[in-house]
């Protein structure tokens, strides 16, 4: 082997190494609007319970505060979850959250605290949501994110009893 091709090589890999731009932190502050599609599933009293698939729109608002992000949200799902014959049916939630997380450079991973309202076709109600979630940025203004929720209803049913209730969201994101 070529004595000089050695140190030559060490030098191109360091001249590139140097040279690449290392991974920036996203910058999350502003207003946001998007659409969801995913899935809820719903367990209330006396074995009452159902599934479906959930789509909605969400409006918001991130502070980026370097690693930390902090920001506001308010969603809609729309639902025909049937819970049986004798429990009625969930048909949307609402939902006004807080979300708080850490910016990973290349991701956004979070945590969802606030408070949601459930309309069924009995009464409507409304209860602390909590979840996670994970938002990835695709281009300049467009965010691809999932979101994990869950919800546990008090009085919504025609049953004395809870609805407890989890949503499963697909959600993309145009970020202004």
Do not use: C
Request: aromatic letters at 10%; glycine letters at 14%; a negative charge.
């Amino acid at each position: 082997m070529n004595p000089t091709v050695k140190p030559l090589s060490v030098l191109i890999a360091a001249a590139l190494i140097a040279s690449a731009n290392p991974a920036l932190a996203e910058d999350w502050t502003g207003g946001y609007a998007g659409f969801s599609f995913g899935y809820a599933d719903a367990d209330g009293p006396g074995g009452s319970s159902g599934d479906d698939t959930a789509i909605g729109a969400h409006l918001g608002y991130d502070q980026d505060f370097g690693n930390f992000v902090l920001g506001g949200e308010l969603e809609y799902n729309r639902l025909s979850l049937n819970l049986g014959q004798s429990q009625g049916s969930l048909d949307s939630m609402t939902r006004l959250k807080l979300r708080g997380g850490y910016d990973f450079g290349s991701a956004l991973g979070y945590v969802v605290i606030g408070a949601a309202r459930a309309e069924t076709s009995v009464d409507s109600d409304t209860a602390a949501v909590y979840g996670i979630g994970v938002a990835y940025p695709i281009g300049e203004n467009f965010v691809i994110s999932g979101e994990a929720l869950r919800q546990d209803f008090d009085d919504v049913t025609r049953s004395t009893g809870g609805l407890d209730s989890n949503v499963f969201n697909l959600r993309t994101t145009f970020r202004f």
